[in-house]
Protein backbone atom coordinates (compact mmCIF):
# COMPACT_ATOMS: atom_id res chain seq x y z
CA UNK A 1 0.00 0.00 0.00
CA UNK A 2 2.94 2.16 0.79
CA UNK A 3 4.85 1.63 -2.15
CA UNK A 4 1.76 2.21 -4.67
CA UNK A 5 0.95 5.57 -2.77
CA UNK A 6 4.60 6.54 -3.03
CA UNK A 7 4.45 5.89 -6.96
CA UNK A 8 1.34 8.26 -6.82
CA UNK A 9 3.04 10.88 -5.34
CA UNK A 10 5.97 10.49 -7.87
CA UNK A 11 3.77 10.44 -10.57
CA UNK A 12 1.65 13.62 -9.46
CA UNK A 13 5.36 15.21 -8.61
CA UNK A 14 6.42 14.81 -12.23
CA UNK A 15 3.21 15.39 -13.71
CA UNK A 16 3.19 18.78 -12.01
CA UNK A 17 6.85 19.57 -12.83
CA UNK A 18 6.25 19.03 -16.48
CA UNK A 19 3.11 21.29 -16.97
CA UNK A 20 4.67 24.16 -14.76
CA UNK A 21 7.36 24.17 -16.92
CA UNK A 22 4.95 24.33 -19.80
CA UNK A 23 3.29 27.13 -18.31
CA UNK A 24 6.46 28.57 -17.15
CA UNK A 25 8.27 28.48 -20.99
CA UNK A 26 4.66 30.18 -22.46
CA UNK A 27 5.20 32.93 -20.15
CA UNK A 28 8.70 33.24 -20.48
CA UNK A 29 8.96 33.30 -24.17
CA UNK A 30 5.49 34.83 -25.28
CA UNK A 31 4.74 36.62 -22.57
CA UNK A 32 8.23 38.01 -22.97
CA UNK A 33 8.29 38.15 -26.99
CA UNK A 34 5.08 40.52 -26.60
CA UNK A 35 6.13 42.85 -23.98
CA UNK A 36 9.24 43.51 -25.56
CA UNK A 37 7.42 44.20 -28.72
CA UNK A 38 4.64 46.53 -26.87
CA UNK A 39 7.34 48.47 -25.26
CA UNK A 40 9.91 49.37 -28.65
CA UNK A 41 6.37 49.16 -30.35
CA UNK A 42 7.29 52.65 -32.50
CA UNK A 43 10.22 51.38 -33.28
CA UNK A 44 9.03 48.07 -34.19
CA UNK A 45 6.29 49.74 -36.51
CA UNK A 46 8.09 49.34 -39.65
CA UNK A 47 8.07 45.85 -39.48
CA UNK A 48 4.11 44.92 -38.68
CA UNK A 49 2.39 43.01 -40.88
CA UNK A 50 -1.00 43.41 -40.45
CA UNK A 51 -1.98 47.60 -39.69
CA UNK A 52 -4.36 47.00 -36.63
CA UNK A 53 -3.90 45.49 -33.18
CA UNK A 54 -4.92 42.64 -31.50
CA UNK A 55 -7.81 43.26 -28.92
CA UNK A 56 -7.37 42.68 -25.65
CA UNK A 57 -10.42 39.99 -25.80
CA UNK A 58 -8.25 38.32 -27.88
CA UNK A 59 -5.34 38.44 -25.84
CA UNK A 60 -7.14 37.00 -22.92
CA UNK A 61 -8.63 34.05 -25.31
CA UNK A 62 -5.57 33.16 -26.14
CA UNK A 63 -3.86 32.79 -22.67
CA UNK A 64 -6.66 30.52 -21.34
CA UNK A 65 -6.90 28.31 -23.85
CA UNK A 66 -2.68 28.17 -23.93
CA UNK A 67 -3.08 27.11 -20.19
CA UNK A 68 -5.34 24.44 -20.98
CA UNK A 69 -2.79 23.65 -24.15
CA UNK A 70 0.40 23.90 -21.08
CA UNK A 71 -1.72 21.73 -19.08
CA UNK A 72 -2.41 19.09 -21.14
CA UNK A 73 0.20 18.78 -23.43
CA UNK A 74 2.71 19.07 -20.01
CA UNK A 75 0.75 16.00 -18.32
CA UNK A 76 0.64 13.50 -21.55
CA UNK A 77 4.61 14.21 -21.98
CA UNK A 78 5.52 13.04 -18.21
CA UNK A 79 3.35 10.17 -18.20
CA UNK A 80 5.16 9.05 -21.57
CA UNK A 81 8.60 9.47 -20.32
CA UNK A 82 7.80 7.67 -16.41
CA UNK A 83 6.55 4.62 -18.66
CA UNK A 84 9.62 3.92 -20.07
CA UNK A 85 10.64 2.07 -22.78
CA UNK A 86 11.05 5.21 -24.83
CA UNK A 87 14.13 5.69 -27.18
CA UNK A 88 15.30 8.90 -24.73
CA UNK A 89 18.51 8.11 -23.66
CA UNK A 90 21.02 10.56 -21.05
CA UNK A 91 24.17 9.07 -21.76
CA UNK A 92 26.32 10.46 -24.87
CA UNK A 93 28.80 7.87 -25.65
CA UNK A 94 25.92 5.44 -26.16
CA UNK A 95 25.14 6.76 -29.57
CA UNK A 96 28.64 9.51 -30.39
CA UNK A 97 28.33 12.91 -30.42
CA UNK A 98 27.72 13.16 -34.31
CA UNK A 99 24.47 10.95 -34.18
CA UNK A 100 23.29 13.89 -31.79
CA UNK A 101 23.24 16.08 -33.84
CA UNK A 102 21.98 13.68 -36.40
CA UNK A 103 18.98 13.04 -34.08
CA UNK A 104 17.81 16.62 -34.54
CA UNK A 105 17.81 16.68 -37.99
CA UNK A 106 15.79 13.33 -38.02
CA UNK A 107 13.50 14.84 -35.08
CA UNK A 108 13.08 18.39 -37.05
CA UNK A 109 12.03 17.00 -40.07
CA UNK A 110 9.50 14.52 -38.68
CA UNK A 111 8.28 17.32 -36.66
CA UNK A 112 7.99 19.57 -40.37
CA UNK A 113 5.97 16.59 -41.70
CA UNK A 114 3.51 15.81 -38.81
CA UNK A 115 3.16 19.67 -38.57
CA UNK A 116 1.67 20.12 -41.81
CA UNK A 117 -0.28 16.84 -42.62
CA UNK A 118 -1.67 17.54 -39.11
CA UNK A 119 -2.57 20.86 -39.93
CA UNK A 120 -4.33 19.88 -43.30
CA UNK A 121 -6.19 17.48 -40.70
CA UNK A 122 -6.98 20.20 -38.57
CA UNK A 123 -8.40 22.48 -41.33
CA UNK A 124 -11.00 19.63 -42.78
CA UNK A 125 -14.22 21.24 -42.58
CA UNK A 126 -16.07 19.73 -39.61
CA UNK A 127 -12.67 19.63 -37.33
CA UNK A 128 -11.99 23.16 -38.66
CA UNK A 129 -15.50 24.80 -37.55
CA UNK A 130 -15.48 22.80 -33.85
CA UNK A 131 -12.08 22.86 -33.15
CA UNK A 132 -9.43 24.88 -35.07
CA UNK A 133 -11.33 27.48 -34.88
CA UNK A 134 -10.46 28.11 -31.56
CA UNK A 135 -6.87 29.15 -32.59
CA UNK A 136 -8.20 30.80 -35.88
CA UNK A 137 -10.03 33.63 -33.79
CA UNK A 138 -6.54 34.85 -33.67
CA UNK A 139 -6.89 37.40 -36.99
CA UNK A 140 -4.04 39.46 -35.42
CA UNK A 141 -2.27 37.08 -33.65
CA UNK A 142 0.18 37.69 -31.15
CA UNK A 143 3.11 35.76 -29.06
CA UNK A 144 0.02 34.91 -26.97
CA UNK A 145 -1.44 33.03 -29.71
CA UNK A 146 1.25 30.66 -30.00
CA UNK A 147 -0.63 27.61 -28.49
CA UNK A 148 -4.12 28.75 -28.21
CA UNK A 149 -5.75 25.41 -29.04
CA UNK A 150 -8.62 23.68 -28.45
CA UNK A 151 -8.30 20.28 -26.30
CA UNK A 152 -8.47 18.27 -29.21
CA UNK A 153 -6.31 19.69 -30.93
CA UNK A 154 -3.86 20.25 -27.96
CA UNK A 155 -3.92 16.27 -28.41
CA UNK A 156 -3.62 16.28 -32.00
CA UNK A 157 -0.10 18.80 -31.82
CA UNK A 158 1.40 16.65 -29.16
CA UNK A 159 1.02 13.47 -30.84
CA UNK A 160 4.32 13.86 -32.56
CA UNK A 161 5.96 13.83 -29.12
CA UNK A 162 5.37 10.05 -28.41
CA UNK A 163 6.00 9.25 -32.18
CA UNK A 164 9.76 10.82 -31.94
CA UNK A 165 10.39 9.31 -28.52
CA UNK A 166 9.09 5.78 -29.59
CA UNK A 167 10.77 5.48 -32.67
CA UNK A 168 13.97 8.49 -32.83
CA UNK A 169 16.63 7.62 -30.34
CA UNK A 170 17.22 10.49 -28.98
CA UNK A 171 19.65 12.44 -25.79
CA UNK A 172 17.62 13.96 -23.82
CA UNK A 173 18.94 17.64 -23.69
CA UNK A 174 18.66 17.60 -27.81
CA UNK A 175 14.74 16.67 -27.10
CA UNK A 176 14.25 19.16 -25.17
CA UNK A 177 16.77 21.84 -27.29
CA UNK A 178 14.39 20.87 -30.16
CA UNK A 179 11.43 21.17 -29.03
CA UNK A 180 12.39 24.40 -27.41
CA UNK A 181 13.16 26.10 -30.35
CA UNK A 182 10.08 24.62 -32.12
CA UNK A 183 8.38 26.71 -29.61
CA UNK A 184 10.40 29.41 -30.42
CA UNK A 185 9.79 29.39 -34.55
CA UNK A 186 5.89 28.97 -33.60
CA UNK A 187 6.62 32.32 -31.62
CA UNK A 188 8.07 33.45 -34.50
CA UNK A 189 5.25 33.14 -36.63
CA UNK A 190 2.76 34.38 -34.68
CA UNK A 191 4.68 37.65 -33.48
CA UNK A 192 2.45 39.76 -36.17
CA UNK A 193 5.91 41.40 -36.88
CA UNK A 194 8.56 40.08 -39.41
CA UNK A 195 12.12 40.47 -37.95
CA UNK A 196 13.67 38.09 -40.69
CA UNK A 197 15.83 40.40 -43.26
CA UNK A 198 14.94 41.47 -46.38
CA UNK A 199 15.42 38.94 -49.80
CA UNK A 200 14.53 35.70 -47.68
CA UNK A 201 11.98 34.79 -50.03
CA UNK A 202 14.01 34.88 -52.98
CA UNK A 203 17.27 33.63 -51.86
CA UNK A 204 18.32 29.96 -53.07
CA UNK A 205 18.33 28.35 -49.63
CA UNK A 206 16.76 30.59 -46.92
CA UNK A 207 13.42 31.04 -49.33
CA UNK A 208 12.68 27.19 -48.04
CA UNK A 209 12.76 28.69 -44.53
CA UNK A 210 9.23 30.23 -43.60
CA UNK A 211 8.97 33.62 -41.60
CA UNK A 212 6.41 35.55 -39.69
CA UNK A 213 4.43 36.94 -43.03
CA UNK A 214 4.17 33.23 -44.27
CA UNK A 215 2.19 32.13 -40.52
CA UNK A 216 0.37 35.45 -40.51
CA UNK A 217 -1.14 35.11 -43.87
CA UNK A 218 -2.30 31.53 -42.60
CA UNK A 219 -4.64 33.84 -39.81
CA UNK A 220 -5.95 35.85 -42.56
CA UNK A 221 -6.53 33.46 -45.42
CA UNK A 222 -7.09 30.20 -43.79
CA UNK A 223 -6.20 27.35 -46.45
CA UNK A 224 -2.87 28.37 -47.14
CA UNK A 225 0.82 28.37 -45.42
CA UNK A 226 0.64 25.89 -43.28
CA UNK A 227 4.20 24.24 -42.87
CA UNK A 228 5.99 24.84 -39.84
CA UNK A 229 9.54 25.24 -40.09
CA UNK A 230 9.91 24.82 -43.90
CA UNK A 231 7.81 25.16 -47.26
CA UNK A 232 8.74 22.26 -48.97
CA UNK A 233 5.01 20.59 -48.19
CA UNK A 234 3.67 24.01 -49.01
CA UNK A 235 5.57 24.40 -52.47
CA UNK A 236 5.35 20.51 -53.13
CA UNK A 237 1.05 20.64 -52.94
CA UNK A 238 0.92 23.85 -54.26
CA UNK A 239 -0.27 25.32 -50.88
CA UNK A 240 1.85 28.37 -50.35
CA UNK A 241 -0.75 31.77 -50.72
CA UNK A 242 0.62 32.98 -54.20
CA UNK A 243 0.82 36.41 -52.47
CA UNK A 244 3.32 35.57 -50.25
CA UNK A 245 6.90 36.80 -51.88
CA UNK A 246 4.61 39.90 -52.50
CA UNK A 247 3.47 40.46 -49.07
CA UNK A 248 6.84 39.84 -47.59
CA UNK A 249 8.65 42.24 -49.78
CA UNK A 250 6.08 45.18 -48.78
CA UNK A 251 6.22 44.17 -45.31
CA UNK A 252 10.01 44.68 -45.43
CA UNK A 253 10.41 48.16 -47.67
CA UNK A 254 7.96 49.78 -45.64
CA UNK A 255 9.75 52.93 -44.15
CA UNK A 256 9.77 53.95 -40.35
Known amino acids: MSLCYNKLVHLAEQVTTSV ?3 ITRYFIL ?6 LIWFFRDRFKRYRIQPRDAKREQILHD ?3 SLSTATIQGSLSALVLLKGNSSVYYDVSKYGWPYVFISAVLMMLILDTYSYFSHRLLHWKPILKHI ?5 RSKVPTAFSTIAFHPVESLVQWLVFPLIVYTVPCHITMMIVVFGFTFLVNNMGHLGYEFYPKGLVTHPIFRWS ?3 TFHNMHHTHVSCNYGLYFNFWDTLFGTTHPDYPKLYERVKNQTP
Open 30 to 35: SGGAFL
Open 132 to 136: HIIHH
Open 210 to 212: NSS
Open 20 to 22: LFN
Open 63 to 65: IRW
